[in-house]
């Protein structure tokens, strides 16, 4: 079964820096798409980075254009979403996604993606 865990989460002050990682395990494909997404409060589910892992494209959200970089450690198995310069409208509860790499769909589209995590917490205040 694939299974995605995330973990890095937290609380921290506005203009800080978190590291969220996505250890992904299962997969039979050495190619596929993984995205981050997050839901706050009383708000719909929404993309903010994606990444193919075969050919290293990326993608971005505005919101987040210039403050999160998405990456991968093929070795480890994991994709990191490394978020700086952090806002109080960032805080949302974050999880990764994963879909096959040869999927059609809006990479930021969540119906589009067949793996998720549990989720973890991001809270900046």
């Known amino acids: 079964d694939v299974q995605l865990v995330e973990s890095g989460g937290g609380l921290v002050q506005p203009g800080g820096s978190l590291r969220l990682s996505c250890k992904v395990s299962?997969?039979?494909?050495?190619?596929?798409?993984m995205g981050w997404f997050r839901q706050a409060p009383g708000k719909q589910r929404e993309g903010v980075a994606a990444?193919?892992?075969?050919?290293?494209?990326?993608y971005y959200a505005d919101s987040v254009k210039g403050r999160f970089t998405i990456s991968q450690d093929n070795a480890k198995n994991t994709v990191y979403l490394v978020m700086s310069n952090l806002k109080p409208e960032d805080t949302a509860m974050y999880y990764c996604?994963?879909?096959?790499?040869?999927?059609?769909?809006?990479?930021?589209?969540?119906?589009?993606?067949?793996?998720w995590g549990q989720g973890t917490q991001v809270t900046v205040s």
């Open positions: 996604a994963a879909r096959p790499a040869r999927k059609m769909g809006w990479v930021f589209d969540p119906s589009t993606y067949n793996y």
């Open positions: 299962g997969y039979a494909d050495s190619s596929y798409c």
């Open positions: 990444l193919y892992t075969g050919g290293g494209s990326t």
